[in-house]
């Protein structure tokens, strides 16, 4: 929250520069987000009185102005302005001055008239007429005789000799986040007095009863509403104090009315609305849900339809106001509005956060409101602008309050022991200074036999319990006494779970085969599955939505990682990079059932994406039984059909004949829908199928003693027998002789009838027991030809 540093003098005396004003409250809790000098940017402009105008010689439109700046010497400024005259009081620029539009002014000369400065306007010192009544006008801008005299400083003039302090108010500390609250910690921290501002008035008799009714139809949702009825409004310009206030910390001065309230909104941190009498429909306020079908038009212009969850200020007809958020347009203050009822309410946070959500409004009152005002408060901000009504004398009030609440809170009485409030610190505080830094801090105590009894008033909720009375004690006493001190006890060294081992070692498998850990959202849009072309009743589609959405991009729970991968892939390919491999794992969340009842399942995934030159499916293959290997896992293959890859380069690998892994070439149709213009491969492996698999012994052999048979096999089958399938056969007839077997040679043309084709291996054979006799190997032989014939396949001859 921006804080003006003048404003903040207003309530509690600053007896140290700003810096170590800035630092003392980092210290105790309150970061400071920027430090802004008003006019730093403005150095060396002063105002200047015309004494003499004469024209310039070689110029018809050029006048040469004798200036006085408050020195001994008149300075000589030529100027084109036509708007001056002598005796008038002017911003001047002088010799080596910078304005705050960036330009640098340094003496010269103008048609060989020497020009010591420069005249400046409005624009040149960018101001608006909010700024300065004058800034506006084509020219020169004129200054008013009143607030100045020759060779003042434009800071001053402008009132630019401020500070703008920018403080980030925590979550937990809504009652800071405005003047009063933010005041309040620093005459804590400084040690001096905090001055609560006046709330005195005076009525014009009469009772509000007479002109208006309130009725709350919803308490759980404002439980508490109080309006006050303000008649015979005198609008104008607010005084220039509250303009600077309240444009100093990023809102705009409109009049006196509006002002008022936004000044205590700022001050108090209570947002307050203000309601065009005379255009309430039967005189009557009604705190109410909208109705089904209802709609208003807010003071933005624009118009909004309404939900019947929607807290709205409805007069007899119609919503008036959108509760906390944004008033109406037909309620709105203008400068002929003669009467008005004032508003000042605590509705609930979440309600406000939703509505505004869900309309797409964000405004300061409904940021105060979502974030959480005190009940009590309310009524003192009332009375707070009702003071300012009658000191600036902008209205007369009517006597008699509405105040609607359904019971007000008491304060919050906590009991903990001092010893138990040290212990927790670890630093030896005095009982009594504990005592002291909470009653400055505004929570009541008292302490009788080691006990402190603290009463928490309704505006600190955050105050719960013995730790955050601890931490009010700390922070206020000081971070820089807390001494180090050893540990106490044993250390016991933590271990990784399996799980977690066994990650860590694919993980580093991975990186030593070239591939590269990314990491992305759990959240994808939701339309990302079906740029996979997934069938409308596949399993993956029943993703979880999320309720409050960043946005459509991150709004649904991923049920696998491919999606996240392409993304990945595409962006490196746009940048250009010509090759990669990328790894990713993370979880992928199944629902139970729809809809959501119980937590989903978060299952662990990991997916790999590659592409370049010099990839292709068997490079995908190949570190796909990389990751089986170091799992422990026997591996098998067989056709896959997922639609997002291409139909005739994927397949399905099972770990111990689980289904386990996707692998292949993205689909054409993907791949284009992806930008990609090269081929790309992805694998989606289920890691959880890995992870319980329990890693098989390591048995070491020796060199074998007695020489190796080789045998080739060459044969004929059908195009959709898997290569799998094959060396399934050739294992199980050769049994314990087999070695090894080598696949050296698929073909498919000519001499191949057709939907068929020629697969070749290398089959090893050897025995540990003695060299292979010509019977066992024929029996081996016949054994691998007999099993190939049950798949199907036929040897050539």
Request: aromatic content about 6%; glycine content about 8%.
């Amino acid at each position: 929250m921006k804080i003006s540093l003048n404003a903040l003098k207003y309530y509690v005396d600053i007896n140290v520069p700003v810096e170590e004003l800035c630092e003392k409250m980092t210290l105790a809790g309150f970061e400071i987000e920027s430090i802004e000098k008003q006019g730093e940017n403005l150095r060396n402009v002063v105002a200047a009185r015309i004494v003499k105008i004469t024209p310039h010689e070689d110029s018809d439109h050029l006048q040469v102005c004798q200036m006085d700046v408050g020195k001994d010497e008149l300075v000589q400024i030529v100027t084109g302005a036509q708007n001056i005259s002598e005796g008038d009081l002017v911003p001047a620029a002088l010799d080596d001055s910078y304005l705050p539009n960036g330009m640098h002014i340094v003496a010269g000369k103008l048609r060989g008239v020497p020009s010591n400065g420069m005249l400046c306007s409005g624009e040149e010192l960018c101001l608006t007429e909010a700024d300065y009544e004058g800034a506006s006008v084509y020219g020169i801008m004129i200054l008013h005789e009143e607030n100045c005299k020759p060779g003042t400083d434009m800071r001053e003039v402008l009132g630019l000799n401020d500070y703008i302090i920018d403080f980030k108010i925590t979550a937990n500390r809504p009652d800071c986040n405005c003047f009063i609250g933010v005041a309040k910690e620093i005459s804590v921290v400084l040690g001096t007095a905090f001055k609560l501002p006046a709330t005195d008035y005076k009525t014009v008799g009469e009772n509000i009863d007479d002109y208006i009714s309130v009725e709350v139809k919803n308490y759980d949702l404002c439980p508490r509403y109080i309006g006050r009825f303000v008649k015979n409004l005198r609008i104008k310009p607010s005084p220039d104090w509250m303009q600077k206030a309240i444009t100093a910390s990023g809102m705009r001065p409109i009049n006196n009315i509006v002002d008022i309230t936004n000044f205590v909104m700022l001050e108090t941190g209570q947002p307050m609305h203000a309601f065009n009498y005379d255009e309430i429909t039967d005189k009557k306020i009604i705190v109410r849900n909208a109705a089904e079908g209802e709609s208003i038009t807010t003071l933005d212009g624009n118009e909004h339809k309404l939900t019947p969850d929607m807290l709205v200020i409805a007069d007899g007809k119609k919503p008036s106001c959108l509760a906390g958020i944004m008033g109406g347009k037909e309620s709105e203050i203008e400068d002929d509005t003669k009467n008005l009822f004032l508003e000042a309410a605590k509705f609930k946070r979440d309600n406000i956060r939703h509505t505004g959500r869900y309309l797409g409004i964000r405004t300061e009152a409904s940021g105060r409101f979502e974030k959480g005002i005190d009940i009590i408060n309310v009524e003192f901000a009332m009375e707070r602008a009702l003071n300012l009504i009658y000191t600036l004398d902008a209205g007369d009030i009517v006597d008699g309050v509405s105040d609607c609440n359904n019971g007000l809170p008491e304060d919050k009485i906590l009991t903990v022991k001092t010893a138990d409030v040290l212990a927790l610190l670890g630093v030896d505080i005095p009982e009594d200074e504990i005592v002291s830094i909470l009653n400055r801090l505004q929570l009541k105590t008292t302490v009788k036999d080691g006990t402190l009894t603290v009463s928490v008033p309704s505006i600190r909720d955050d105050v719960e319990g013995r730790a955050d009375l601890a931490e009010e004690v700390m922070r206020i006493y000081g971070y820089d006494h807390i001494v180090g001190t050893p540990m106490v006890g044993n250390v016991v060294r933590g271990t990784k779970l399996p799980e977690r081992i066994k990650t860590d070692k694919i993980k580093k498998l991975l990186c030593g085969l070239g591939c590269f850990e990314i990491a992305t959202y759990s959240f994808i849009s939701s339309g990302a599955l079906d740029t996979l072309m997934l069938a409308e009743d596949d399993e993956r589609r029943k993703a979880i939505k999320l309720l409050n959405p960043l946005g459509d991009e991150y709004s649904v729970l991923r049920t696998q990682l491919t999606t996240s991968m392409l993304t990945v892939l595409s962006t490196n390919i746009n940048r250009k990079i010509e090759s990669g491999r990328f790894f990713e794992i993370s979880k992928r969340f199944i629902p139970k059932s729809l809809p959501i009842t119980e937590q989903p399942l978060e299952l662990p995934t990991m997916s790999i994406g590659i592409y370049g030159d010099d990839e292709d499916f068997f490079t995908l293959k190949g570190i796909i039984e990389e990751v089986m290997t170091l799992s422990g896992a026997h591996t098998q293959y067989e056709r896959s059909n997922e639609p997002y890859l291409h139909p005739g380069r994927q397949a399905l690998c099972k770990a111990n004949n689980v289904p386990c892994a996707v692998l292949g070439e993205v689909h054409p149709t993907v791949a284009a829908k992806y930008g990609f213009e090269k081929r790309v491969y992805v694998a989606e492996i289920k890691l959880d199928v890995l992870l319980a698999i329990n890693k098989r012994k390591t048995v070491y052999k020796p060199i074998p003693k007695f020489p190796a048979v080789e045998r080739d096999f060459a044969f004929l089958c059908e195009k959709d027998v898997t290569i799998g399938a094959i060396e399934q056969a050739i294992t199980k007839g050769a049994g314990r002789l087999l070695e090894k077997a080598k696949l050296f040679d698929i073909y498919e043309g000519a001499q191949i009838p057709e939907g068929k084709k020629s697969v070749a291996y290398s089959v090893f054979l050897r025995s540990n027991e003695g060299t292979l006799s010509d019977e066992q190997i024929n029996t081996a032989t016949e054994n691998i030809i007999d099993k190939l014939e049950k798949t199907g396949a036929e040897l050539r001859k």
